[in-house]
């Protein structure tokens, strides 16, 4: 099915971009080109959502899939707020392009909340990658 192979290349699409920006490779974008990029977040939330409809709908999945749509829906809201703590931080953090300098700059805490924030976000697309692929 078309559908289910746009899905699948929109969740790698996802993997990769997450995994690039997580390990530093590849060209990063500035600060201001990521305030730019609120509609990533729109797409991101709205691909793992319509994944879910093509999975096997388990109820793991299903909490896999709130918990991002909850997450993202807060950074869509609150993407534009200049004084957002959590988008700020999200957004300085994927610019740098140093690990050591991430750190540094933002704290451990921050640097693991980002870091981990990052691996939940490829564990999901993972998530319905798998689920779109042994569904159909």
């Not at 080109?33 to 691909?47: G, N, P, T």
Request: charged share 15%.
């Amino acid at each position: 099915m078309l559908l289910s192979k746009i899905l699948c290349f929109t969740e790698f699409f996802h993997i990769l971009s997450h995994g690039k920006v997580l390990l530093s490779f590849g060209k990063q974008y500035t600060t201001t080109e990521y305030r730019q990029k609120r509609i990533y977040f729109v797409f991101d939330a709205l691909s793992v959502v319509t994944a879910f409809f093509f999975t096997n709908m388990t109820v793991k999945l299903f909490f896999l899939t709130f918990l991002h749509f909850l997450l993202h829906l807060f950074y869509i809201l609150k993407w534009n707020d200049v004084n957002s703590f959590f988008v700020n931080s999200i957004i300085e953090w994927s610019a740098e392009t140093n690990h050591e300098e991430r750190r540094i700059k933002h704290g451990s805490p921050m640097y693991l909340y980002n870091t981990l924030g990052t691996l939940f976000d490829i564990f999901v697309h993972i998530c319905m990658l798998y689920g779109i692929i042994t569904s159909t």
